[in-house]
């Protein structure tokens, strides 16, 4: 088993495959009155969390706490992190107390890179700056491979802010290395120049929405900040949403069985209408339930749980 | 002091003497000559850099003149400009004679101060490039290097009026707002990392202007650390018309590609930012036809802290004082000629300094590398004089040692350490 969990490009095909199936029994254990099990009792698990993001620190802290760990939450905000502690001085201070595994969400790219060569635990990446969100992507495709029985051919498109967006890195990594066909999509200032060459060689890029949804089985909408239409990515969230937006009408170009994602938060009106994410093709409520028995299934593998 | 370096080989001529007498070469040594067996070492005209900073004032916890003046010297270095972008700027004639007085001081390399072309290195205002120029100083070239002069109107007039006094501007080529929180290289490598692309074009674009407003004005331009093939391809189209510009390339654009960021380690963080292959052998090409004048190192030490943290915390720039001669032996091999005219005669000719660059012959002043070329040596980061530890070429294994440096005659190291 790998060691940390910074990248997707960390998993083969293998190891991917015997998270979702471990996930597949830690989802199993969630339906038990008792919901608790002693894999990773005496261990120690460390929430570090540089940005506010409540949603994926609950599901770390949830994940954890099933499987009988200690959990440390430390977040930046009221901690000696805001006082300007550096990176490498946080982590000689949790490897002082014996974390076994840190859980780290950080606005810089590669700082679980960088945190993983000062401290001797295991390193799970919860997302660092415009890079990857692997336990994201993990749980989108847990949650494709339940809905729709496969991932091998899958044809998933996913639209959005590919350029700043860690859950697209991730999805594109994962899923091409699962099998799927992966096409981003989006207005060419937010996709990047090398998607393919830098990502996954079969990754295929399109401008056109409407073009791709008749053949997709998966649509995964990305959050988009307003704030991009500043830096002149796009000239008003109402063209962006007439675009790219999700809505009813584009909806019914989708196959019947189709699936429709968001890792959320979501900006509902913007890329999403709110129909579409509360319409029973929506798989979004679903992602969160799947994120706990994922992030499970990671922590226990990474720390080699009996 | 005199010495006689026996069975020196000039430049990888023949086995010859040469003798050093009261800080000029000579034809013959005196007998109380100290004499250095030369047999198997190389002699070059000193080493001069156009591009070094060395901090103070203002960084001391990085570098100073005096260390800084020592890793030049360990590098072979006779001569070293020392950029303006301290702590406060070197703006005023006060700043860069401070410097300079430093610099005589340490004793170890002549340090010529670069004075900033607009106050603060805020690209609104001429500094007073006059007074620097009157200055003690001596100061001929000037740059905002880290920052570019962006304002085209503002760049006009700086090549303009640097013409009274025969001074040139190092343009540090970056448009800045093609390039807003960039961290690297744009291109597969960033896309996959997730940092902000630093794109080819920002530098060439500025080059491409900066050579047209130097040709309209009939002025002389100097671009500092060109990075990209499209820059390349500018110069050379430029300098087949005729304009006067100059440009440099470093050691780390030489050797190092945008692949050495996959591990977020900020010692490969620099700016311009490390590029590609393709990059990497268009400038190799450049350097050899003169397309690309001079090697210079862009020397920029950093504090552990500054470096041992997040990429995008990081500041960018690394050392490269020490291992510039072995990096340029290790791409080129041992083309003496082309080796002493890039980091030697062209670098001393572009910044005005007479006396460095010369060609070792009778009478001229005794700036001298000793280079033993077969000795391979392992770059530790602990070893290097250097105040900063930011190399990237930490575990290289490396050829060329220098054995000695003479400054006017006088040896700044023997033996491959510093005399003082």
Redesign the interface.
């Known amino acids: 088993m790998i060691k940390h969990l910074r990248s997707a490009a960390d998993l083969d095909a293998a190891t991917a495959t015997l998270i979702l199936d471990t996930a597949a029994e830690m989802a199993a254990l969630s339906g038990r009155e008792v919901k608790k099990l002693p894999a990773l009792r005496g261990r120690t698990v460390v929430n570090l969390f540089y940005e506010d993001s409540t949603r994926t620190r609950i599901s770390f802290e949830a994940a954890a706490k099933r499987l009988s760990a200690d959990v440390i939450n430390f977040s930046a905000k009221g901690s000696s992190v805001s006082k300007g502690e550096?990176?490498?001085d946080t982590a000689l201070t949790l490897q002082a107390m014996g974390a076994d595994a840190v859980v780290i969400r950080?606005p810089?790219?590669?700082?679980p890179?960088?945190l993983a060569e000062w401290v001797d635990g295991s390193v799970v990446n919860a997302g660092?700056?415009?890079?990857?969100h692997p336990t994201q992507a993990l749980l989108d495709a847990y949650t494709m491979r339940s809905r729709l029985g496969r991932l091998d051919g899958l044809k998933v498109a996913i639209v959005g802010d590919v350029l700043h967006s860690?859950v697209a890195?991730s999805n594109v990594l994962l899923l091409t290395t699962l099998g799927a066909q992966v096409t981003v999509v989006g207005p060419p200032t937010l996709i990047?120049?090398?998607?393919a060459?830098?990502?996954a060689e079969k990754t295929q890029v399109s401008y056109d929405l409407d073009a791709v949804l008749p053949d997709s089985d998966v649509v995964m909408m990305l959050r988009v900040q307003t704030e991009r239409m500043q830096d002149s990515y796009f000239p008003s969230a109402r063209e962006y949403s007439r675009r790219y937006g999700l809505d009813m009408r584009r909806m019914r170009r989708l196959p019947e069985h189709a699936i429709v994602m968001h890792p959320g938060p979501m900006n509902r009106g913007m890329e999403i209408a709110p129909e579409v994410a509360d319409s029973p093709r929506s798989t979004i409520v679903e992602q969160v339930a799947n994120g706990v028995s994922v992030r499970m299934a990671v922590l226990y593998l990474l720390l080699g749980g009996k | 002091m005199a010495y006689l370096l026996k069975g020196v080989s000039i430049l990888g001529a023949a086995p010859t003497d040469l003798a050093i007498v009261d800080g000029v070469i000579s034809d013959k040594a005196p007998d109380d000559a100290q004499v250095i067996d030369a047999t198997g070492l190389v002699a070059l005209p000193g080493l001069v850099d156009v591009h070094t900073h060395l901090r103070e004032p203002g960084r001391e916890d990085a570098e100073t003149v005096e260390t800084g003046s020592r890793a030049a010297a360990l590098g072979g270095y006779t001569a070293v400009c020392s950029m303006a972008n301290t702590s406060p700027v070197a703006d005023t004639a006060g700043v860069v004679e401070q410097v300079w007085r430093l610099g005589r001081e340490a004793g170890l390399v002549d340090v010529q101060p670069i004075g900033a072309v607009t106050i603060g290195l805020a690209g609104k205002q001429l500094a007073e490039l006059g007074a620097m120029a009157d200055s003690a100083a001596n100061v001929r070239i000037f740059s905002d290097d880290g920052f570019c002069v962006a304002d085209p109107r503002l760049m006009r007039r700086a090549l303009e009026y640097v013409k009274a006094f025969d001074g040139v501007i190092a343009q540090h080529a970056e448009e800045p707002r093609l390039t807003e929180g960039a961290q690297m290289h744009e291109g597969e490598v960033s896309t996959r990392l997730g940092l902000t692309g630093w794109p080819a074009v920002a530098e060439e674009a500025i080059i491409a202007r900066d050579v047209l407003l130097a040709e309209h004005v009939g002025s002389r331009l100097h671009v500092c650390h060109v990075s990209t093939a499209g820059s390349v391809e500018v110069l050379r189209q430029a300098k087949a018309r005729g304009v006067r510009v100059t440009a440099e390339v470093t050691p780390h654009h030489l050797l190092l590609t945008d692949e050495l960021a996959a591990g977020y380690d900020p010692v490969f963080k620099v700016n311009p930012p490390l590029r590609t292959r393709n990059d990497v052998e268009a400038l190799r090409q450049a350097l050899l036809d003169g397309v690309i004048d001079v090697v210079a190192t862009d020397h920029a030490p950093h504090a552990v802290q500054d470096k041992e943290c997040e990429w995008s915390y990081a500041r960018p720039g690394m050392l490269g004082l020490e291992t510039a001669l072995p990096i340029v032996l290790s791409v080129f091999g041992e083309k003496w000629d082309l080796i002493a005219d890039r980091m030697s005669i062209a670098p001393a000719r572009i910044a005005g300094l007479t006396g460095h660059g010369g060609d070792l012959s009778a009478g001229t002043p005794a700036n001298i590398t000793l280079v033993d070329p077969s000795a391979r040596w392992v770059v530790d980061p602990a070893e290097l004089a250097s105040r900063s530890r930011n190399t990237p070429y930490a575990g290289m294994n490396l050829p060329g040692r220098i054995v000695a440096t003479f400054l006017r005659g006088e040896a700044t190291v023997l033996d491959g350490k510093a005399v003082k």
């Open positions: 550096s990176l490498k950080h810089a790219s590669g700082a890179h960088r660092d700056g415009t890079h990857e860690r890195r990047p120049l090398d998607t060459a830098a990502l």
